[in-house]
């Protein structure tokens, strides 16, 4: 028995030392953010705890029902709460305000210019890399590198996406479209349209990002195998358990005693490691002798590498596994979430898939998309573009973050001068500044790709511009950050943008795509609860993404 009550007296004193430590923070915190002079809100748990993390929605679904439940706490202490929030909090507190936590105070800003400015100023507002620590599964990589080892690395990232590179991605993306809408339109409805949209991502980066190219198999055609019998397999294995490999490591990973999942797991990471290093090595091999081989991304990431190591050093061999596994994190999860939002908004709006059709009949004059040509084509794309414009600025699936690091920062908002407190950190509102109505008008909450398109500029005034010779219609500078800005800029900006015009342009010549319709239910009805499904049921696991799109079934039919 008395082992009971000491047991119940430490947990006791944990809990009571935890309580005590979280009110100092907070206090701490809550001076540091009155000295900006802004609106303030405080939460009693950091946003970055990764136990709340795991329990928050699940905690506050059940506060909220309390009658206190309406309240800052269930507000904003919920991963996701930016989406749903939009501009509603701006509009009521200005451009800039705070959340203080126990951990940091995030510092929500809505100004387009002051935005600009903290891009433009990445050595007074860096990127917070005890975040992006977990990312170095590999070794470290551009997302988490500092100083001159990040000049380095972007330097070499930058030679490593080029035209060259996006010319595969196009003839990729083509080939790959064609067989998901072949195995697609063979059935009478699809509920993996996620799935399949992955697996287009997977084998895209594949042939990209390592040279290796793979036939697209639908959802209900693959066959269930080891990950640690092919490349492929180990990759699609690494990225579909990202959660697992970044919150438990590699090293926990390879305990023997670990459910039979989680080793399968550690093989992946093993089997993916040991693909690395035997391309590494041969692409190293091939450079020595002078040879010219192909303008994958490990290819063209060795060479710059051992250019770079004439003049700098080069990457590490870590930097470079490091930098292969970012570029397909990156290059994977959020192209593929992006294409299954723009589906299923797609499937909402015939009036857009008509729209979109046009401008591919347009311009393809009648070749079928293996004719397709990158250099001619992709530029006058701009309504597939607009599409993957339109869907980021409502549902932006990477939030870039900053912080003020150890020194105060002062940021010019609306006239006024604010100094933010070291230690700070600094969050763009996407979900707010990309759907403010100051600067996207009053259906700003509308998806609606059109409002990216403008005539042509060197059209006349009484002649409408044709499908595929219109220009792009940019916000102010700052209203869309859907890649970041300034140095540190999303180096594969063009690499997805290629991938998604490629497939919009081979799903949408001949092909409409509309939500199945369910018993005692309209078309428009099925069309009004997709687009609510979107809305409701979107959140983030590791990147924001739609929770359940099977539960919204799709069928393709000819135009």
Not at 358 to 370: C, F, L, N, Q, T
Not at 486 to 514: H, Y
Request: net charge neutral; with cysteine; proline share 6%.
């Amino acid at each position: 028995m008395a082992w009971y009550i000491v047991l119940l007296t430490a947990a006791a004193l944990l809990i009571g030392a935890t309580l005590v430590s979280t009110g100092v923070r907070l206090l701490q915190n809550y001076w540091a953010a009155r000295s900006m002079g802004v609106p303030i809100r405080i939460i009693p748990i950091s946003p970055l705890n990764p136990f709340w993390v795991l329990l928050d929605r699940k905690v506050l679904s059940v506060i909220r029902r309390l009658p206190f439940g309406d309240n800052s706490f269930t507000r904003y202490n919920w991963r996701g709460w930016e989406v749903e929030d939009r501009y509603r909090s701006h509009s009521e507190m200005g451009d800039i305000w705070v959340l203080v936590t126990p951990f940091k105070n995030w510092v929500y800003i809505n100004d387009p210019q002051a935005l600009m400015s903290v891009f433009r100023r990445g050595a007074n507002f860096p990127r917070p890399v005890f975040i992006n620590e977990i990312l170095d599964v590999f070794g470290p990589n551009i997302s988490t590198a500092e100083g001159e080892r990040w000049k380095t690395q972007r330097r070499i990232a930058t030679h490593c996406f080029n035209e060259r590179n996006n010319n595969i991605v196009w003839s990729e993306a083509v080939s790959l479209a064609n067989d998901m809408l072949h195995y697609w339109t063979t059935k009478s409805s699809v509920t993996s349209s996620a799935d399949d949209l992955r697996t287009l991502s997977l084998h895209v980066l594949s042939r990209a990002g390592f040279g290796k190219s793979f036939k697209f198999v639908g959802h209900d055609e693959r066959q269930p195998s080891s990950p640690s019998n092919s490349y492929k397999e180990s990759l699609q294995t690494v990225l579909e358990n990202l959660i697992l490999i970044l919150g438990l490591g590699t090293k926990f990973l390879a305990n023997p005693w670990l459910p039979r999942k989680l080793r399968t797991v550690h093989e992946a990471c093993v089997s993916f490691q040991k693909y690395m290093t035997s391309l590494y090595e041969e692409e190293k091999q091939a450079f020595a002798k002078g040879e010219v081989r192909d303008d994958n991304l490990m290819t063209s990431l060795v060479r710059a590498s051992q250019n770079e190591a004439k003049i700098s050093g080069g990457l590490t061999e870590s930097e470079i596994y490091g930098n292969m596994f970012a570029f397909n994190f990156a290059g994977h999860d959020t192209t593929a979430h992006t294409f299954t939002f723009a589906l299923y908004f797609l499937a909402a709006h015939p009036d857009v898939q008509d729209w979109l059709s046009e401008e591919i009949r347009h311009v393809s004059g009648g070749r079928p998309p293996s004719e397709y040509d990158y250099r001619v084509d992709f530029p006058r794309l701009k309504r597939c573009l607009s599409v993957m414009y339109e869907t980021i600025r409502l549902y932006t699936v990477v939030p870039t973050i900053k912080w003020t690091d150890s020194q105060a920062q002062s940021l010019t908002i609306n006239n006024r001068e604010i100094i933010i407190p070291p230690n700070s950190m600094v969050a763009p509102s996407y979900g707010s500044v990309q759907t403010d109505p100051r600067f996207w008008g009053p259906d700003s909450l509308v998806w609606k790709p059109s409002r990216w398109i403008k005539p042509s500029a060197s059209s006349h005034a009484d002649v409408v511009s044709k499908p595929g010779e219109e220009d792009f219609n940019m916000p102010v500078r700052g209203a869309f950050i859907g890649w970041s800005d300034g140095v540190r800029d999303c180096p594969g900006r063009k690499f997805s943008q290629v991938e998604f015009v490629a497939t919009m342009a081979s799903l949408f010549l001949d092909w409409r795509v509309e939500p199945v319709v369910a018993k005692d239910e309209t078309l428009e009805r099925a069309r009004q609860r997709v687009e609510d499904l979107i809305r409701t049921d979107s959140g983030p696991v590791l990147l924001l993404q739609m929770l359940h799109p099977e539960r919204a079934p799709l069928v393709w039919k000819r135009r």
